[in-house]
């Protein structure tokens, strides 16, 4: 799938690049380019997912949240976790699991990194930055972001919708971003979160549902015309 948006997704005072290995396609910004850094970090986060679905295979296709594992790779027990706040699978916070690790093991040698992988965002900055919202058909899309000031990275924010992308939901939102310091979190939220949108009545059901998970710090919520925002969120205009 063309990911048109990552045209705008490239910061001034960084450089941008792109690691692909298999399924994992990342965009990431950094103060130098850190492709082969990058590329082994992912290497090393699939190996760890891959061999634990090798011995777990229903790991990769339950719906419902994993059994608690102290064996796992610390990677599987972070999707774990999340699964079991969000009430989701654990494939539901691969992205933004994946998008951590390799942003955590970049910071090791960059000041600022920015990693996103389809939609799910590790952050961390030293200077303020937007993440823009797109939404499918909505009039809203593309039309508002999210302004991070660095104080609050890193920072996880994780986007799904029922309408755009290849990720499995069962919701018919149009966008469904969450913010956690846990960018798994933040991912298998947003997923559970759009999930519960069946249509404009649901708008604020979900955002009441999403604001009670702990560990996550505020949310938006987009479906058609409408728009539910909570906690830690600075709207801005695009």
Known sequence: MERSYRRRARPSRMVSFQVRVKQTDLWISATSVLEKEARDLVL???HSIEAYISSHPEFSTTLSPWPEDPWAPDIVRKMIQASRLAGTG????????VASFVGEGLSKKTEEVIVENGGDVYLKTVRSVTVAL??????????VGIRVSADRTPL??????GKVGHSLSLGWSDAACLLSRSTALADAVATAAGNRIRGPSGLERAAEWARAVEGITGGVLITGKKLASWGEVELVPI
């Open 44 to 46: 090393e986060c699939r």
């Open 90 to 97: 654990p494939m539901a916070a691969v992205a933004g699991a």
């Open 134 to 143: 797109y939404a499918g058909d909505s009039p809203l899309s593309g039309k």
């Open 156 to 161: 996880g924010v994780c986007s799904s919708s």
